[in-house]
């Protein structure tokens, strides 16, 4: 990929291999204003942790569809399958953007906070105390600091500024 200059006297005598490497790391200070706070690598290693139980359920749920556990719905299964799949690399997604600074992963990490925080309560009324504060602490605090001013400035980027990808 192309992209525009970063060097705001644009000279073109950094397009090296060694001028890019540094490049990005300090547009990612200047493009997002104030350094990365705490909690904002706090809330992304939640959501990856979140990400990788949801991988460790779909791992699990696999191999009971293809150990021949009893289905009602084999297609049904499949398309579960997929879903805890496709939510498992969206949250990944959400922790990696979320860490970079970039503003939407806000949203989706509040909404993914509250699936948590739905599943969770009835998980520790239903009898299993400590699965049910394992899903509750982590969403809580994660929806606490995402209302943090630091983290609001921070994660402020828009998508257009580098390339994401």
Not at 111 to 125: C, D, E, H, K, N
Not at 152 to 161: E, T
């Amino acid at each position: 990929m192309s992209r525009a200059p970063e060097d705001p006297s644009g000279s073109s005598s950094h397009d090296g291999g060694s001028g890019d490497a540094e490049d990005p790391a300090a547009a990612g200070k200047v493009a997002s204003g104030p350094a990365r706070p705490r909690a904002i690598a706090v809330i992304s290693a939640i959501v990856a942790a979140e990400a990788t139980a949801l991988l460790g359920a779909a791992a699990w749920y696999g191999f009971q569809l293809v150990s021949g556990a009893p289905v009602m719905s084999f297609w049904g299964a499949v398309f579960t399958l997929g879903l805890l799949l496709a939510f498992a690399s969206w949250l990944y997604a959400v922790a990696v953007f979320l860490f970079r600074g970039f503003r939407w992963p806000r949203a989706g990490a509040l909404v993914a906070q509250l699936f948590v925080l739905t599943i969770g309560f009835p998980t520790l009324t239903g009898g299993l105390p400590v699965a049910g504060a394992a899903m509750l602490v982590p969403a809580a605090a994660a929806i606490v600091l995402l209302f943090d001013k630091r983290v609001i400035g921070f994660a402020s980027r828009a998508a257009s500024d580098p390339p994401a990808l």
